[in-house]
């Protein structure tokens, strides 16, 4: 919720999508300093501009690339899920020793890390997006002036983007849960640190990847984009909070870094699918990350 929140602090106040709107007759907007009621920005049709607003931003979504041609996958980003194979081949050997030393130590202050590592449960950011992507899908953005249109499409199309981050790099993950097959610390004792049985869906057989660092990445991807200058906090922060999953004996070293890159580059590449079409975001000269459209620049 609360990243959401954020967003009306920094949204621009002045239009930016002049085709992003509702189908329907435009009616006159009302003044700009007069008071509007929450009757006004949700009247009643609903469902219809649900509809009409889905079906519209899933166009424009899926529309050709807009402009000089914008790649996927930068060099930038090749450097950075090189960062995290090196970073994940360092780890992988010291595993074991790790997560022996965990279970040797259990106590309080494990148990509270562990608690802490609950913060990369994707709902946690699923539902307050879900919520204020409705909330924004089913207002009348013609009725209501260019400044509130343009917040409203603000917090429809990064609302709609923190959602698909963490659902579909949570999806993704899953899948390669799968492939992958490696034990659960919980069965360390038993199995050891190496043990891996591909292509079997049991929980006890899907540490690597962790799931919730994966979802912190994402969401540490989406604030860079939000919030540029920001960038080593949201990381930095990400990273600390994904190796609770550590102390939670719910994953090894590893699986934690892996989760964490996995997250940001599914993340990235979302991002500069959209910039490419100029839906949400738009490119940014020779950098990785691109810009959120009617957010400023922080």
């Given at each position: 919720m609360p990243l959401i929140l954020l967003l009306s602090r920094v949204m621009n106040p002045h239009p930016f999508s002049q085709d992003a709107s509702h189908d329907g007759t435009a009616r006159p907007a009302q003044p700009q300093?007069?008071?509007?009621?929450?009757?006004?920005?949700?009247?009643?049709?609903?469902?219809?501009?649900?509809?009409?607003?889905?079906a519209f931003s899933w166009r424009r979504m899926w529309?050709?690339?807009?402009?000089?041609r914008y790649r996927l996958w930068p060099r930038q980003l090749s450097i950075v899920a090189l960062v995290g194979a090196v970073a994940v081949a360092i780890l992988f050997p010291f595993d074991a020793r790790v997560m022996d030393f965990v279970l040797s130590h259990r106590g309080?202050?494990?148990?509270?890390m562990a608690a802490l590592s609950q913060s990369g449960k994707s709902e946690w950011f699923l539902v307050p997006a879900l919520v204020f992507y409705l909330l924004a899908a089913t207002a009348d953005w013609r009725g209501n002036g260019h400044r509130v249109k343009s917040r409203l499409v603000t917090v429809f199309g990064q609302s709609a983007f923190l959602f698909g981050a963490v659902?579909?790099?949570?999806?993704?993950?899953?899948?390669?849960?799968?492939?992958?097959?490696?034990?659960r610390p919980w069965m360390f004792g038993e199995v050891g640190a190496y043990h891996f049985d591909p292509f079997v869906v049991s929980k006890y057989l899907s540490s690597f990847p962790s799931g919730h660092s994966t979802t912190l990445g994402a969401?540490?991807?989406?604030?860079?984009?939000?919030?540029?200058?920001?960038?080593?906090?949201?990381?930095?922060?990400?990273?600390?909070?994904?190796?609770?999953?550590v102390a939670a004996a719910a994953h090894y070293p590893s699986d934690v870094v892996a989760g964490f890159f996995f997250g940001v580059i599914v993340?990235?590449?979302?991002?500069?699918?959209l910039?490419?079409?100029?839906?949400?975001?738009?490119?940014?000269?020779?950098?990785?990350?691109?810009?959120?459209?009617?957010?400023r620049r922080r």
């Open positions: 300093g007069q008071g509007r009621r929450l009757g006004q920005i949700w009247p009643a049709g609903h469902v219809r501009r649900l509809g009409g607003t889905i529309r050709s690339p807009v402009g000089e309080r202050l494990t148990g509270w659902a579909i790099s949570g999806i993704a993950v899953n899948l390669v849960k799968i492939v992958v097959g490696r034990a969401v540490a991807a989406v604030l860079c984009i939000w919030f540029p200058r920001q960038w080593p906090l949201f990381c930095g922060v990400g990273i600390v909070l994904s190796m609770m999953r993340t990235v590449v979302m991002a500069r699918f910039a490419a079409r100029r839906v949400g975001f738009r490119p940014r000269a020779g950098r990785m990350l691109p810009a959120a459209i009617g957010l």
